[in-house]
């Protein structure tokens, strides 16, 4: 478990404890948002044409390992060695058809539409729907995404 400090970066020190010495870290996290076709279409959709802003790098939000230079920053100071970090991009399945999509999607981030009155909830659910039809095909629907795969040693 990755655990925040104060200052919102994330805090490897718990992992690095649970590791002997030479131990293996492997993980698997977003690239920034800005990487991602799957959060930027989905969002855009959501934001019925708010600017929303984007959150600091070092907040705590799915995107906030996204940054190789910081990551590679914060699991050096916990104690790893030999840090590599390699960028990897894979199609992104949501679902088997549009509906499917749409309905898992609403599921996931329907939050985003609390605050809007009817006509713009219903032209924001429009649009992620014309935006979800645009990527099916023979596999459902799937959109790109971006990851780093960071891999590291327990140096002590």
């Not at 855009?44 to 910081?70: N, T, V, Y």
């Not at 605050?115 to 099916?136: E, G, M, S």
Request: hydrophobic share 40%; proline share 6%; charged share 20%.
């Amino acid at each position: 478990m990755v655990t925040r400090a104060s200052t919102g970066r994330p805090t490897f020190a718990n992992l690095s404890r649970a590791l002997r010495p030479g131990g293996r870290l492997v993980l698997l996290v977003w690239q920034p948002a800005a990487a991602n076709e799957w959060i930027r279409e989905i969002t855009s959709a959501l934001a019925a044409g708010r600017q929303l802003p984007d959150p600091p790098p070092e907040a705590p939000q799915p995107f906030s390992m996204g940054h190789p230079d910081l990551t590679r920053q914060w699991v050096t100071a916990a104690g790893f060695g030999d840090v590599s970090i390699e960028g990897l991009r894979q199609q992104m399945w949501f679902g088997k058809d549009t509906h499917d999509a749409v309905t898992f999607l609403l599921g996931l981030l329907g939050w985003m539409l609390r605050d809007l009155d009817d006509n713009t909830r219903d032209r924001a659910v429009t649009d992620l729907t014309t935006r979800v039809k645009a990527h099916f095909g023979s596999d459902g629907v799937t959109y790109d995404s971006a990851c780093w795969l960071i891999t590291a040693r327990h140096a002590t």
